[in-house]
């Protein structure tokens, strides 16, 4: 099933057509010609009214490509739209990753990037794109997935970014967490190294990026730097929250608690098994975290941590005690 404003703009579309078609008959009343179209216009009338007041609970949203990279309607390089989509794929993790304002590292791997995956469910007719859906429970939902949601925020973040205005788009890279940086900034960059530009259309967000709006994007990511840094602390973990993949960590030494989020394989053995949890809760240990940073104009904007495991102190660790 197509997005719901792509839906719409095949019905205005198709509006338009039986319209010109109604306008191009004879006065008269009483002709089946005028009927019909009458007839046909009323039911794409109502057909958009229909789509403006419902949509689907579940994520779909349409990612159109032109430019150099495709030819006609029906042929694009499979390098440029392995990068474009891939790259678009990671766009959305980071904005489900960032739902409950969660950190996300600049690298590795999401919190939650399992559940942010979207599957190639069809092409666009009449241009060269795709339509991406996650896979929906056997069951509808009352509420929109987190997926939907977070495809949407993607949508609408790249839509704030893509401003005229410099100072609104500083103010979007300043408030966005490091990851959701760095992946739009690749995703630019496919777009303009290959001489791109995409369309996305979802249910209730759409973006147009023309030659000049990937142009002036990518010109304005020269000054945005996302860096990352391994970093091994010993201290006491205070604990791991399984729901929300929240860490506390009191740093050896220092009247510091380091704050942030885990990695999904990281609580999922944290949670699984309850000997790792034993030998960690409350006790020395060593902890490996990956510590990301967004700068603008050589500025740091914002800090995130990730735990990434977790190991005991060995005893020649441990502090000396006199």
Do not use: C
């Given at each position: 099933?197509?997005?719901?404003?792509?839906?719409?703009?095949?019905?205005?579309?198709?509006?338009?057509?039986?319209?010109?078609?109604?306008?191009?008959?004879?006065?008269?009343?009483?002709?089946?010609?005028?009927?019909?179209?009458?007839?046909?216009?009323?039911?794409?009338?109502?057909?958009?009214?229909?789509?403006?007041?419902?949509?689907?609970?579940?994520?779909?949203?349409a990612v159109i490509f032109d430019g150099l990279p495709v030819i006609g309607q029906g042929d694009i390089r499979l390098d440029f739209s392995t990068d474009a989509l891939g790259t678009y794929q990671k766009i959305v993790a980071a904005s489900l990753a960032t739902l409950a304002d969660e950190a996300v590292a600049a690298k590795g791997k999401i919190k939650g990037a399992k559940r942010s995956k979207l599957y190639i469910r069809d092409i666009v007719r009449g241009s060269m794109g795709f339509i991406l859906e996650e896979i929906s429970p056997p069951q509808s939902d009352l509420f929109n997935t987190p997926l939907k949601i977070a495809?949407?925020?993607?949508?609408?973040?790249?839509?704030?970014?893509?401003?005229?205005?410099?100072?609104?788009?500083?103010?979007?890279?300043?408030?966005?967490?490091?990851?959701?940086?760095?992946?739009?900034?690749?995703?630019?960059?496919?777009?303009?190294?290959?001489?791109?530009?995409?369309?996305?259309?979802?249910?209730?967000?759409?973006?147009?990026?023309?030659?000049?709006?990937?142009?002036?994007?990518?010109?304005?990511?020269?000054?945005?730097?996302?860096?990352?840094?391994?970093?091994?602390?010993?201290?006491?973990?205070?604990?791991?929250?399984?729901?929300?993949?929240?860490?506390?960590?009191?740093?050896?030494?220092?009247?510091?608690?380091?704050?942030?989020?885990?990695?999904?394989?990281?609580?999922?053995?944290?949670?699984?098994?309850?000997?790792?949890?034993?030998?960690?809760?409350?006790?020395?240990?060593?902890?490996?975290?990956?510590?990301?940073?967004?700068?603008?104009?050589?500025?740091?904007?914002?800090?995130?941590?990730?735990?990434?495991?977790?190991?005991?102190?060995?005893?020649?660790?441990?502090?000396?005690?006199?």
């Open positions: 099933m197509m997005p719901n404003l792509l839906s719409i703009e095949a019905l205005e579309a198709d509006k338009a057509f039986a319209q010109r078609q109604l306008e191009s008959l004879p006065d008269s009343p009483w002709g089946t010609a005028r009927l019909m179209w009458e007839q046909r216009l009323n039911e794409i009338s109502q057909q958009i009214t229909d789509l403006r007041v419902s949509s689907a609970t579940s994520a779909s949203v495809v949407e925020n993607a949508t609408a973040f790249l839509a704030s970014l893509n401003t005229p205005s410099l100072d609104e788009f500083n103010s979007a890279i300043d408030a966005a967490p490091p990851r959701l940086v760095s992946a739009v900034q690749k995703f630019a960059k496919v777009l303009k190294d290959a001489g791109a530009t995409a369309k996305i259309v979802g249910d209730d967000q759409k973006l147009a990026l023309g030659l000049e709006d990937v142009a002036r994007l990518s010109e304005r990511f020269t000054t945005v730097d996302v860096q990352e840094e391994s970093v091994t602390l010993n201290g006491t973990l205070l604990g791991v929250l399984p729901d929300s993949h929240e860490f506390e960590l009191e740093v050896e030494g220092q009247d510091e608690i380091v704050k942030g989020a885990a990695t999904d394989d990281l609580v999922s053995k944290y949670v699984a098994d309850n000997a790792f949890k034993e030998q960690l809760l409350l006790k020395p240990v060593k902890a490996f975290l990956r510590y990301t940073r967004t700068y603008r104009g050589g500025r740091l904007l914002r800090e995130q941590v990730m735990l990434e495991n977790l190991e005991p102190q060995a005893r020649t660790d441990y502090p000396a005690r006199f």
